[in-house]
């Protein structure tokens, strides 16, 4: 299982960095070799009659691969099950023992103690106690975007906690810093669900990615349903991705056109937090929405589809462009809405029935979130299934020359283009459909 990116050769600079290691207050980052060595004993195999829950020790010498394999869903189970479930992090890494996966660790400082007290022995609590040092990793993978064959993308990345900052930054550092040692242009990956993954977004732009729907292709990224990211790393030095990672230096060249990076919500605002929920879906249609005119993607949530029986209401006949306006206007009316409404301070003293009926009216008077939404409802009489029709026959029209699509598999950005939407980062967009 011969590996090429997360090898000490290219990871011992970036972890060894004096901003990283003292990021990672005495974690310690792995490769796949240095993880299964510390996590296997010897001369041992699976069960193959109870894979994940044992591990018996052999005289002889087994294949590395299944045991490796083995311990790696281990892994998955345990540290991605809540947040992606465990049959999709099980599979993930069961594609390891292909040499064109690869896998970076991330592990608490006394790791090493835990492998000394267990000596050789394998049981279930040993396995536990590993396991329970575990922090995070990240898995690539090479080729999964077919129209660069040599280029590593992020497959998964999984750490046990948001609150556990900055590991998730830190591995993925990791694979930038890496991925330039081995002269790979460019950091490639998919965002699952889009503007709505708020802190995958977030994350992921914090350490240069932009938005880049160019990759949409039968021959790259296939699922329109998720967000297509990129960076050049040759815009960027190897103490760039060190100093982002670590938090000792803010990215601040930040290319998003619709302006979702200021949607912070206020800690314990619950209407600003349901207010970016609602931005975030507008966002997603609208690098969507150029897909669903050329049949390429089918709005198939009931958010979606409420989204456009709002155009409908807007506009008799749509075109590409009324659509765009359409979504524009919505998001940055709902941005205004979000930075105007202020957090609902709990009265200070109640110990006072005076104090409190003068503050009550106050709380009486202050718009729910429903009403400060209701204007983005629709009001139309038209029937759901009238609706429905529209729907259907903006996806099926045929378009004329004034409808130019943002940069669809033509790559002629459209005269209407606001900003970066889709960067290019020198891919030619393929001429398979």
Not at 123 to 141: C, Q, R, S, Y
Not at 331 to 357: A, C, G, R, V, W
Request: with cysteine.
């Amino acid at each position: 299982m011969q590996k090429e990116v997360f090898i000490s050769e290219h990871l011992d600079a970036y972890r060894n960095n004096e901003k990283i290691v003292k990021a990672l207050e005495g974690r310690v980052l792995l490769n796949h070799d240095e993880f299964v060595k510390w996590y296997s004993p010897p001369k041992i195999r699976m069960s193959q009659r109870n894979l994940p829950k044992m591990i018996n020790r052999q005289p002889s010498l087994e294949r590395v691969e299944t045991v490796s394999n083995a311990i790696l869903e281990l892994m998955a189970e345990s540290v991605c099950e809540k947040k992606i479930g465990k049959t999709y992090g099980i599979n993930a890494v069961r594609r390891l023992v292909h040499s064109q996966f690869d896998i970076l660790v991330l592990v608490e400082s006394n790791y090493l103690d835990v492998k000394a007290k267990e000596g050789h022995t394998y049981t279930k609590t040993a396995a536990n106690k590993k396991m329970n040092h575990v922090l995070g990793f990240i898995i690539i993978e090479k080729g999964e975007c077919r129209r660069l064959p040599n280029a590593y993308s992020v497959n998964l990345i999984c750490v046990r906690s948001i609150k556990d900052k900055p590991r998730g930054a830190i591995l993925l550092g990791a694979y930038l810093y890496c991925c330039k040692k081995i002269g790979q242009r460019y950091g490639l990956l998919e965002l699952a669900d889009g503007y709505k993954n708020t802190a995958g977004f977030f994350s992921y732009s914090k350490m240069g990615f932009v938005k880049n729907t160019t990759l949409f292709d039968k021959q790259c990224f296939k699922d329109m349903g998720n967000l297509p990211m990129s960076i050049d790393l040759a815009d960027y030095r190897y103490s760039d991705f060190a100093d982002y990672a670590s938090g000792h230096r803010k990215f601040t060249n930040f290319r998003d056109n619709t302006g979702f990076l200021d949607i912070v919500p206020e800690k314990g605002n619950v209407v600003q937090e349901q207010l970016q929920h609602e931005i975030a879906r507008y966002c997603n249609m609208l690098y969507r929405m150029p897909f669903i005119f050329k049949q390429d993607f089918k709005p198939i949530t009931n958010e979606d589809r409420k989204i456009l029986f709002d155009i409908f209401d807007a506009y008799e006949d749509p075109s590409i462009d009324d659509c765009i306006d359409f979504l524009y206007e919505s998001i940055e009316e709902l941005s205004s809405t979000f930075h105007e409404t202020k957090y609902p301070h709990e009265i200070q003293d109640t110990s006072s029935e005076e104090n409190y009926e003068e503050e009550k009216p106050e709380l009486k008077k202050r718009k729910t979130l429903k009403q400060k939404l209701a204007k983005y409802v629709s009001k139309t009489s038209r029937s759901k299934t009238e609706k429905a029709k529209s729907v259907q026959s903006l996806s099926k029209r045929q378009r004329g020359p004034d409808n130019i699509l943002i940069l669809g598999k033509s790559a002629t950005p459209s005269t209407r283009q606001r900003g970066p939407d889709n960067v290019y980062v020198g891919l030619k967009p393929s001429s398979h459909s």
